[in-house]
């Protein structure tokens, strides 16, 4: 009888450690959401957001958990190809009540050469951050024409990233 107590105590003990004990797992490369903005000439805006690999504690221990997510807005010319882009990733802690953004950086990049970028900067406030680029489209005879685009990144309580 004493036996049996006793291998109860240690089922119930292993089966307790190992229920409350937290769990690393990965996460994979995805594409989570697409958006596309149609200009008046023809170009146009897609943003897109990309999860990074990241580990996510789970167990019952584990109360704040952490994502981190880049948000990429790209003009494209009416044949799909890729002028310029802003991004911002951002990584935010949540545990289901709040989330807040706890760290963020932005880049900016040309693919076309009449195409160059000013400027880049961001800033993060809450649960959200944001990045915005100055682009410069230079035409005929060195005319050229600054464009301005910003992408904002928010996550909610539950970990969600729009």
């Known amino acids: ?3 049996t107590i006793t291998l109860l105590f240690c089922i119930i003990f292993l089966v307790g450690s ?3 004990t937290p769990i690393s797992v990965q996460a994979t490369d995805t594409d989570t959401y697409s958006n596309i903005e149609v200009l008046d000439n023809g170009y146009y805006y897609e943003t897109i957001i990309e999860d990074k690999e990241m580990p996510i504690t789970v167990g019952t221990r584990a109360t704040t958990q952490y994502v981190t997510k880049t948000k990429t807005t790209q003009l494209k010319d ?11 990733q951002a ?12 760290s963020c950086t932005p ?9 160059s970028i000013k400027s880049v900067t961001s800033n993060k406030s809450g649960n959200s951050a944001t990045a915005t680029a100055i682009a410069t489209h230079t035409l ?5 024409q600054d464009t301005t685009k910003s992408v904002t990144i928010k996550c909610n309580a539950a970990g969600v990233v729009s």
């Open 78 to 88: 009416s044949n799909g190809s890729v002028l310029w882009s802003v991004s911002i």
């Open 18 to 20: 190992i229920t409350f």
């Open 1 to 3: 009888m004493r036996r």
């Open 107 to 115: 880049s900016a990049t040309a693919y076309a050469s009449s195409w």
């Open 140 to 144: 005929i005879f060195g005319i050229s």
């Open 91 to 102: 990584t935010f802690s949540y545990d289901g009540t709040t989330s807040k953004c706890i």
